[in-house]
């Protein structure tokens, strides 16, 4: 009753564990009792199994032991019985081999005999087949004197099989001529019927000649038969387009096409009556292939010819490739199992018309937008109305640029993107042609640029109009890109590309230079090159950013030119013996006040700010202060590298571009400023001092702009000014080429 209770298979387990096996036991004992009389009924139970274990195996030796002497007994019989089958074999080898030696010359014989038997009736069998064979060439014979030909058909089939029993004749081969030339008769006279019959889409008649066909072995030849007839009928009804009156290239393409779509259905109902054992769908393939690379006059003739006609080219390219792109997409269900190279082949013949165009897609896109571009504007305008042209432009630069890239998708499916990028490219340098002119000629009329402040107001204005344009091309390019992606994924998407043997365009519609180039492209716009994606338009915006520049630079040159002529006399007034500056005596600072050259430059800029006002940052204007300082960030007006280390804004984060055009101003000041200061040397201390008041109230005026002097002319200021008993001591605080300078200027000898 214990024994039941406990897990006696764990104890036949290879892995058993005594403690385990306890722990288990002792776990699910009756909790009433304690943790020693648990162990105690424990072993209890076990010496109760042990004991009946002793007695099961004391039960099972017993009988082991009785049944031994009857295991041995009947040991000994199996003994004997294997020694006398082994005497029966050995008798029965005996009596085999004395039969062979018996029967060896009986059997040799019957062989022999059997021999004979088959070669007899392969004899008579020939026999038969060429009497048979004599009678169907007989009976072939007079079935085309009757004009029988189904009957001709059907002993030609028969005449077949008796060749194959008479391979081994000795006039075999003389046969097989024969035959071949009933066949060749035979084919001759029914070819013609058969034609019309394919010609007529007299399905009946094709049917009995083609199951003719096929019994004498001749059916590889009939869907060729079938495919040249085809041809003809849609090249007459080609013959019959082209002349129909009133009619034009679009319509002649979409009547083709409508005929060509019920020749593929008809091919399928054909196919299922007449040849069951033909692919229909590599038929129709074949098919329309042939009647699109035959048809006289060809497609590209007649797609070349109507462009010439045509006002625009690009709409009537548009308007072909919808109806082929339709052609092919209601074609393709009659496509379904043929391999890929059939349908890329296909593709190449409906898309082969278009390739000239294609290939010539840069200039005739070009032209298109150039012309539309060329509509908004008109000449004799002045400098402020082509500023305001220049201006509204911008957008309808982005939208025709937009529609450009639409229409290159829906003509090129994408694949002429590289040709519209140069096309957009060769459109902006065209455009670019009017702010060149413009910068010509604000140039022109820089010198009057402090008394008439336009002229720098509208070279400011230029140049925040390329930033615009900048802006708005950045933003073109993601879209552009995306649409590129999108539209070429379908055939250079590796994941893709193979699955749709028909969307293969680039092996249409380019040459494999272009496919070569738009892979490039592909690459470079979705990253797979490596590194950072290459922007679409790159050539149109690194056009754009050197106008920009360009005009950048005019804008500065006008907005320093008032300050370069007052500068320019630095040297020259340095040199002249002005009242009071000639006297040897040292006068006190307040005795000098600034010179004429340099309160004018200070007065010029502190105008300047007051005539920049239009492009500070505010609220009415967010847009202009964008632009302008877009269009600064990709510049390199003189003095803005300076600007940006001395603590001023960087242009291509600033909100307030003025201010970073004020520092440019400051530091070409202070440049040029050193620059006539090499020019002087040899002058008074008076003469030194007051070079040293004038740097100081143009220090004085840049601070009000919020600048200050550059170091180098900071420190020449304060040498200017010293005595020459303390110059010594002062100069090691300062630039040893600063010292070096002034003590030059000032004629210093120790």
Known sequence: MFTDKMDVAAFSDENFNPKDWINKALKTSDPTQTKEQAASSLVLKLQLMISKLNTALEDQCQQVVQSIPRIVVEAEQLQQEAAFLKDKL??????????????????????????????????????????????????????????????????????????????????????????ESLRNRLEATLSPNLVKAFSNNDREGAKTIVNIFRGMERDKQLTKYYSKCVKARVAQRWTEIVNTPETDVVDWLAMLYRDLLNQAKENKEWCEQIFSDDNPDKITCSVVTGCLTGLDPSLDFCLEAGGKLQPSLLPYLSNLIQKTNDFLSE????????????????????????????????????????????????????????????????????????????????????????????????????????????????????????????????????????????????????????????????????????????????????????????????????????????????????????????????????????????????????????????????????????????????????????????????ADNTNITTGLARALRDGNIPGSKEAVRGGGESAADCSAPVDFLLGCVAVSTCGKYMEQLNGVQGISNNSARQLGIDIGYLGNVLEDLGHCLSGDLASASTLLKIEQQQFKTEALNHPISIATLVKKIRAIQN
């Open 331 to 618: 074609l393709e269900p009659y496509l379904s199992s043929c391999t890929e190279k059939e349908c890329r082949d296909l593709g190449k013949a409906v898309y082969g018309p278009y390739r000239p165009f294609v290939s010539k897609y840069r200039e005739i896109e070009a032209q298109t937008l150039i012309k539309e571009m060329e509509s908004w504007t008109s000449g004799g305008k002045d400098t402020i109305e082509e500023i305001h042209s220049l201006s509204s432009s911008v957008a309808k630069l982005v939208q025709l640029f937009t529609t450009g890239a639409t229409r290159c998708n829906q003509i090129t499916k994408g694949t002429a993107f590289p040709a519209f990028a140069g096309a957009v490219r060769d459109c902006m340098d065209k455009h670019l042609d009017r702010y060149r002119k413009v910068m010509r000629r604000l140039e022109k009329r820089k010198g009057i640029a402090d008394d008439d402040w336009s002229v720098l107001q509208n070279c400011l204005s230029a140049v925040q109009i390329t930033g615009d344009l900048l802006n708005q091309f950045e933003e073109l390019d993601m879209k552009l890109a995306m649409m590129f992606l999108e539209a070429t994924r379908s055939y250079l998407g590796s994941d893709t590309a193979t699955n749709k043997p028909l969307a293969q365009y680039h092996n249409f519609l380019l040459n494999p230079e272009k496919i070569k180039e738009l892979e490039t492209m592909y690459s470079k716009v979705s990253g797979k090159s490596g590194g950072s994606t290459t922007p679409i338009l790159k050539d149109s915006l690194d056009i754009l950013k050197q106008a920009s520049a360009d005009l950048q630079k005019t804008s500065f040159n006008i907005m320093f030119h008032p300050i370069e002529t007052q500068l320019d006399k630095v040297s020259e007034l340095a040199t002249q013996q002005g009242p009071g500056i000639s006297l040897e005596a040292n006068l006190p600072e307040f005795s000098f006040s600034p010179q004429e050259y340099i309160t004018q430059t200070g007065e010029y800029l502190m105008t300047l700010p007051q005539h920049l006002e239009p492009f500070m940052s505010a």
């Open 90 to 179: 050995i008798s029965v080898k005996a009596d085999v081999e004395s039969v062979e030696q018996e029967t060896e010359q009986n059997m040799r014989a019957l062989i022999q005999m059997d021999r004979v038997k088959e070669r007899i009736s392969e004899t008579s069998k020939a026999l038969q087949e060429a009497d048979n064979w004599s009678i169907l060439d007989s009976q072939a014979e007079e079935g085309l004197l009757k004009k029988d030909y189904t009957l001709v058909g059907e002993k030609i089939a028969g005449m077949q099989i008796s060749l194959r029993l008479l391979h081994h004749a000795q006039d075999y081969q003389e046969r097989v001529d024969h035959l």
